[in-house]
């Protein structure tokens, strides 16, 4: 199994930064593809960004391009999300997963391990 522990939540000004961090254990880093998603209240999980194994391929949801991005360090198994010029709609939980396939996706139902989350607040 693998753990997944997100940290580096906060609140921001809106058009401020912020860098999300997830580090795992239980299970080497090798071969994990790593995801981020996120939920507000009373509204659906949805798909922020991931990044396979080897770095070689990334992908973001249209509403955060060009402003958030995904990183890895496999030597600290560690994942990160930088996100800059923050808006109150990024207000949400922010949630770390991983896939032993090892391509990343932006596909929730691909992903078997997944966080506790960190709370991101953009105030106005």
């Known amino acids: 199994q693998v753990q997944l522990v997100e940290s580096g939540g906060g609140s921001v000004q809106t058009g401020g930064s912020l860098r999300v961090s997830c580090a795992a254990s239980?299970?080497?880093?090798?071969?994990?593809?790593m995801g981020w998603f996120r939920q507000a209240p009373g509204k659906e999980r949805e798909f922020v960004a991931a990044i396979s194994w080897t770095s070689g391929r990334t992908y973001y949801a249209d509403s955060v391009k060009g402003r958030f991005t995904i990183s890895r360090d496999n030597a600290k198994n560690t994942v990160y999300l930088q996100m800059n010029s923050l808006k109150p709609e990024d207000t949400a939980v922010y949630y770390c997963a991983a896939d032993y396939r090892g391509l990343g996706s932006p596909a929730s139902y691909d992903y078997a391990y997944w966080g506790q989350g960190t709370q991101l607040t953009v105030s106005s």
């Open positions: 239980g299970r080497a880093f090798n071969n994990l593809g």
